[in-house]
């Protein structure tokens, strides 16, 4: 039980650049009223490039596609991939993480709201820098949901959703819910229930301290609010949707949700690929053990398949 609230909690958890060259790109920062946040701009050698936005999934997942308890660099070797067939990406550390760890707030000051401004002030500064021909917004993971309201609010001239999920937050959370003991089922539902509508739970059931503590309860209720199928319905620009098959932590029901309901979209599943982008099976052991390889290459048909998404767009 203890295990399994752990996982669960990972969901939770004017702008100037500065031309410092790092191995993987330039060091960049976005000045916001909270505090700067870090990133990375990784630039290929053509003149005026598209530039992809990648926004990183949940938890205190970096501008890598890293946490403190696993490396695999997926996002790192997504932008560099990129890099060689001539779009420039910036990736940057979500608020309160890595290096962006200074400008974070106290749990309970927390909002969803909070990193979709934060990714639409990053649009801005690329749509601002007349280097880009274009710019483009990745999400991954939960990273999906924030990209596309961003990229809704700043105009962005693509979106693209990697493992993203189709379905409100806390529907998501009661899925997980049907592999637990119902007795599980039974304490977590009519919390979820109150949060969906925008009611704070009092008297928290201990067990339940790591998934809904009162600290955490309005940062829930921003979250919830916001359903992925009425966000993409909303784009205007052309939008591609990417799933795994061999991904253990999205299904690709989710992204047949996400595909239908935005008409027109690209839905692309790609064999073999898991949550982190990474080749793998679906056998448990075995694709865990991605998660931390920081040797194997993101999955070759992600790179050409958002490549060729980017160039097409006008």
Wanted: no cysteine; aromatic share 4%.
């Amino acid at each position: 039980m203890k295990n399994f609230l752990s996982l669960l909690i990972a969901f939770l958890v004017g702008a100037f650049p500065l031309l410092a060259q790092t191995t993987t790109g330039r060091s960049i920062t976005l000045d916001t009223p909270m505090g700067k946040l870090a990133g990375t701009l990784t630039l290929p050698t053509a003149a005026k490039p598209p530039v992809v936005l990648i926004i990183a999934g949940s938890g205190p997942t970096d501008r890598n596609g890293n946490n403190p308890m696993m490396t695999n660099n997926s996002l790192k070797m997504l932008a560099e991939e990129l890099a060689k067939q001539g779009i420039a990406s910036l990736r940057y550390d979500k608020r309160g993480i890595a290096e962006s760890q200074p400008a974070g707030l106290k749990e309970e000051d927390m909002r969803f709201d909070t990193f979709i401004n934060d990714a639409v002030g990053w649009i801005n500064l690329l749509k601002a820098d007349n280097q880009f021909s274009k710019v483009v917004v990745l999400g991954h993971s939960e990273g999906s949901l924030i990209g596309m309201i961003a990229a809704n609010q700043a105009k962005a001239d693509g979106f693209i959703s990697v493992a993203g999920a189709g379905l409100p937050a806390d529907k998501l959370i009661r899925e997980q819910m049907k592999t637990q003991p119902p007795q599980v089922a039974d304490m977590v539902n009519p919390a979820l229930d109150s949060l969906a509508q925008g009611r704070l739970v009092k008297n928290v059931n201990p067990m339940l301290g790591a998934l809904i503590r009162p600290s955490v309860q309005p940062y829930l209720i921003s979250w919830f609010r916001y359903d992925p199928q009425a966000e993409i319905k909303k784009l205007t620009m052309p939008v591609l949707i990417i799933q795994g098959t061999s991904d253990i932590q999205v299904s690709e029901e989710q992204a047949r949700l996400l595909a239908n309901a935005r008409p027109g979209a690209q839905l692309l599943i790609i064999d073999r690929m898991n949550h982190v982008l990474k080749e793998s099976e679906k056998e448990m052991q075995a694709n865990i053990a991605t998660y931390s390889n920081a040797t194997l290459p993101v999955v070759p048909r992600l790179v050409t398949a958002t490549v060729d998404f980017v160039n097409r767009i006008k």
